[in-house]
């Protein structure tokens, strides 16, 4: 497997492109012909030279209450979704 090295120009104008436009890693990487993985770094290292944090790791305390938060929200979605369908079932019954 060949390595290929990127020019400096060639990173930052890849990662501008991506902050830019509002398109995803993915679909540029695959317009530029370049690793997703790559670019996801080089963009993630750009957003941590820029003080945005997503280079920073995180500490247990946050990673925890990250994991309790996504679970609260799938909970919370499956609750919506259960209301839902119950508001969906009575508005057919009453409309009988």
Known sequence: MAVTRYSEEFKRDAVGLVMSSGRSINSVAKELGINTESLRKWVLQARGAMGGGAGEAMTPDERAE????????????????????????FAKEMSR
């Open 66 to 89: 990250l994991k309790r938060l996504r679970k609260q929200v799938r909970d919370l979605e499956l609750e919506k979704e259960i209301l839902r369908k119950a508001a969906q079932y």
